[in-house]
């Protein structure tokens, strides 16, 4: 069988790699160069219990894919030579204000009531277990299943992998349209079409430029989003990722540490901007005062691709069973990966469709 995969994202790169794994030929097909569209901007953070509410279809996938990622990076390390940081060590949830320390008790309670592990601590308890904590600070919430992991390394690492089962990667090239005759894809790639047996559409924020014959333009749209990389000036900085209001942290281990990020409904646009980064600047010397001491080494901005529910597009469309998508994964395209390229794979392989994607219908929105 061969297949395309459309953009070499996390999300492409994640599928490429499980479909090669089964020994599908697979052709990849990326405009600019691998991981460098949404995903090089990401922090990396996989925290469904935070980022999605409770009984929502959000965190039922997310849960589902945070379970995955020790699994998934263990059999990548053993295959390839990319290194990449990959840590759960938690994240802390930071209360700067009455109203959120209340926040930070009902999630307490709603983690109680799933049964997740948790901490609640009050001011000086969170001081003690993370020292660069304000003084101001009222009640922390510290979650030990998340995570987080390096993005453009592991998307090397996920290239490597799926190469070294026999993908290519063609790039630089922009695939603008894909149709489903009888039971043959093609795609268009400049001036040549190239025939496959499934064609699998992760082209993120641009994914809705990539045509399909006879149906609607699929309805994703870029949210802008900036992250900040500091540099801690000594040894005491924040051991794990630590999360306020108006924006949350990520710790490296050579004393980086990101400061993400802004939420910009400004269409194609991916430059910085100065209101972004003040403002991302003002949040983290809120939440952790001695930033102000950090360098600012750069900043980063990346294209979200957003859907209006917030949950992908994933399967295949049902008027082309052959054409599949995996894109509009939002804020936890990251988190979702090993997920989507799990049911991306036995779902074209197999025929073995996951009930989840009753909820991540590509038509939904038509
Ligand atoms: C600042 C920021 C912070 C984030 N933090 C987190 C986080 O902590 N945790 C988390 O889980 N998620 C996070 N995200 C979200 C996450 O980065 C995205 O959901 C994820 O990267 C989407 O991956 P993707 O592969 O679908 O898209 P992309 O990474 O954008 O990849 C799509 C690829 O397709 C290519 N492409 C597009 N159109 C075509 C075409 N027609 N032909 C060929 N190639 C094409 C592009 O060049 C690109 O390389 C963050 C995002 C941002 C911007």
């Given at each position: 069988m061969r297949i395309a995969v459309i953009g070499a994202g996390i999300i492409g790169a994640a599928v490429a790699d499980a479909m090669a794994a089964r020994g599908t030929r697979v052709s990849m097909y990326e405009m600019r160069s691998p991981g460098r569209g949404a995903s090089q901007a990401s922090a990396g953070v996989l925290c469904p219990y935070t980022e999605a509410t409770p009984g929502s279809p959000l965190l039922a996938l997310g849960t589902r894919s945070l379970a995955m990622w020790d699994g998934w990076v263990e059999g990548l390390r053993d295959r390839v030579t990319s290194r990449f940081h990959y840590a759960r060590t938690g994240t802390l949830e930071v209360a700067l204000a009455p109203d959120e320390a209340v926040h930070l008790r009902r999630s307490a309670e709603q983690l109680a009531a799933e049964g997740v592990a948790h901490q609640q601590l009050d001011g000086a308890a969170l001081r003690q277990f993370e020292?660069?904590?304000?003084?101001s600070a009222l009640s922390g919430l510290f979650i030990g299943a998340h995570g987080h992991v390096e993005v453009s390394a592991l998307v090397s690492a996920l290239m490597e992998s799926a190469r070294q089962r026999g993908a290519t990667c063609e790039t630089p090239a922009e695939i603008i349209q894909v149709e489903q005759k009888q039971d043959r894809v093609r795609v268009r790639v400049g001036d040549r079409v190239d025939e496959v047996d499934h064609a699998v559409i992760a082209?993120?924020?641009?994914?809705?430029?990539v045509r399909v014959a006879d149906v609607p333009a699929f309805a994703v749209r870029p949210i802008r989003g900036q992250l900040l990389h500091l540099k801690w000036p000594d040894a005491s900085a924040p051991s794990r990722s630590v999360w306020g209001t108006r924006c949350y942290t990520v710790p490296w281990p050579d004393g980086s540490l990101l400061v993400g990020a802004t939420i910009e409904d400004v269409g194609f646009d991916e430059h910085s901007t100065v209101a972004g980064v003040r403002e991302l600047l003002q949040a983290v010397e809120a939440l952790?005062?001695?930033?102000?001491?950090?360098?600012?080494?750069s900043v980063r901005v990346g294209l979200r691709p957003a859907t209006a529910d917030h949950l992908p597009l994933l399967g295949p469309l049902e008027r082309h069973p052959r054409i599949t998508l995996a894109t509009g994964?939002?804020?936890?395209g990251i988190l979702l990966a090993p997920y989507t390229a799990d049911v991306v794979t036995r779902q074209i392989l197999d025929n073995d469709r996951d009930p989840m994607l009753d909820l991540t219908r590509p038509e939904r929105f038509w």
């Open positions: 020292p660069c904590a304000g003084a082209a993120g924020s641009w994914s809705g430029r952790l005062p001695g930033s102000c001491q950090a360098t600012l080494e994964h939002y804020r936890n």
